[in-house]
């Protein structure tokens, strides 16, 4: 998180957005090597959000400092050219993450008499319709399960460039756009098509892209030295307590029960559907409003900047600081995890070191591309 978070721009990088963009990572690595213990401490079961919206949430910051830059000082050409290099290198590591969970999938049936994962995740479909899934996966129409954050990020980077533009001069009217946008997708279901198989993109473009933008709208703000929302006591107060709302309607299966009831009796009278679900593709009310009340709420304390600056979540900075590559082999890794449990099953000490020697495979990973030694110039 930036400075939907800080008072002021510094010269010095602010730790927030890299820990908390390192812990999203950590826990989508955990959810992402499922029927695991561990799963019981990730967050998305103290609220109505997990990883993924955070992890949209801070790209579109990190986006927004990074590129709004280019297009203030006059140089939108620089700008596009660094945000296309981007998308370029997103989309071929999809790529290459889709065709290594396919080969683990494959290995596990072939060495191992484990077949089922080729059954899961829509690796099924390569059997089924070869032809229409080789055209499918390159043009991002098919995507396997837990592999599929990374089309909408390169999706949702193609906005940066307009986005920043207008917000640049008329900052309410993009969110406003950008909210109408959200609103007719739920509204009328619209979605990015899949291929070859029906039905649309698990996270739907047209719905993710407001918290995409909200997180552009706040790394602008942070670049020019200001909040994009102020520090206000009453939305604290507010945040605060939706927060808890959602801890109570997690963790209290009655609660959950009777609240579930009144939302869908305000559905029932007329609500719109995007208000009172939970769908995650289309990123319903309740998840995104969860999501932005916990990044206003923490970003408000100065307590959290502090803490984020203690040396004790400094792995966690340093996963955040080089998130394309960690959430690469996170994915991989835990492909290979659930590979490993279709031949071994249920284990809690297996998994236990499993996950913890993947979390430092990734945090070895972070260190090389962080301090390797850059290759000196040859000179001619």
């Known amino acids: 998180m930036s400075d939907m978070i800080g008072s002021r721009a510094t010269a010095d990088r602010d730790p927030r957005l890299d820990v908390f963009r390192g812990l999203a990572l950590v826990m989508i690595?955990?959810?992402?090597?499922?029927?695991?213990?561990?799963?019981?401490?990730?967050?998305?079961?103290?609220?109505?959000?997990?990883?993924?919206?955070?992890?949209?949430?801070?790209?579109?910051?990190?986006a927004g400092i990074a590129y709004s830059g280019y297009f203030r000082r006059g140089d939108p050409v620089t700008g596009i050219a660094r945000v296309m290099r981007r998308v370029w290198t997103i989309y071929q590591v999809h790529i290459l993450i889709t065709v290594v969970a396919i080969a683990i999938a494959a290995a596990a049936a072939l060495w191992f008499g484990a077949p089922d994962?080729?059954?899961?995740?829509?690796?099924?479909?390569?059997?089924?319709?070869?032809?229409?899934?080789?055209?499918?996966?390159?043009?991002?129409?098919?995507?396997?399960?837990?592999?599929?954050?990374?089309?909408?990020?390169?999706?949702?980077?193609?906005?940066?460039?307009p986005v920043i533009w207008g917000a640049l001069r008329w900052p309410l009217v993009v969110l406003g756009l950008s909210i109408a946008v959200w609103l007719a997708a739920g509204l009328l279901r619209v979605n990015f098509p899949n291929y070859p198989q029906q039905g649309g993109w698990f996270l739907n473009p047209l719905s993710w892209q407001l918290l995409f933008v909200i997180g552009l709208l706040t790394g602008i703000a942070h670049k020019a030295g200001v909040r994009f929302v102020p520090v206000l006591p009453w939305l604290q107060w507010l945040t605060g307590g939706f927060l808890l709302l959602s801890?109570?309607?997690?963790?209290?299966?009655?609660?959950?029960?009777?609240?579930?009831?009144?939302?869908?009796?305000?559905?029932?009278?007329?609500?719109?559907?995007?208000?009172?679900?939970?769908?995650?593709?289309?990123?319903?009310?309740?998840?995104?409003?969860?999501?932005?009340?916990?990044?206003?709420?923490l970003s408000s304390f100065a307590v959290v900047r502090r803490a984020c600056h203690l040396g004790v979540v400094a792995p966690l900075a340093l996963l955040g600081r080089q998130a394309l590559p960690v959430f690469a082999l996170g994915t991989v890794l835990a492909f290979a995890i659930q590979a490993v449990k279709t031949v071994t099953g249920q284990d809690a000490v297996l998994d236990t070191l499993m996950i913890a020697v993947g979390v430092l495979a990734q945090l070895g990973l972070a260190a090389a591309k962080q301090y390797w030694p850059k290759p000196r110039a040859v000179l001619a």
């Open 29 to 62: 690595f955990i959810n992402h090597a499922p029927r695991n213990w561990l799963e019981n401490l990730t967050n998305r079961n103290f609220g109505f959000s997990d990883a993924a919206e955070g992890f949209v949430l801070m790209s579109g910051i990190a």
């Open 117 to 161: 994962m080729m059954r899961k995740h829509g690796i099924w479909v390569l059997v089924k319709d070869p032809l229409g899934f080789l055209i499918g996966v390159p043009l991002l129409g098919h995507q396997l399960g837990y592999v599929n954050i990374l089309p909408l990020y390169l999706v949702l980077l193609l906005l940066v460039p």
């Open 247 to 297: 801890l109570v309607w997690m963790q209290w299966p009655d609660f959950a029960s009777f609240m579930r009831g009144g939302l869908k009796a305000a559905q029932d009278a007329g609500a719109p559907w995007v208000l009172t679900s939970f769908s995650k593709t289309y990123l319903s009310a309740p998840r995104l409003l969860h999501i932005l009340a916990l990044a206003y709420f």
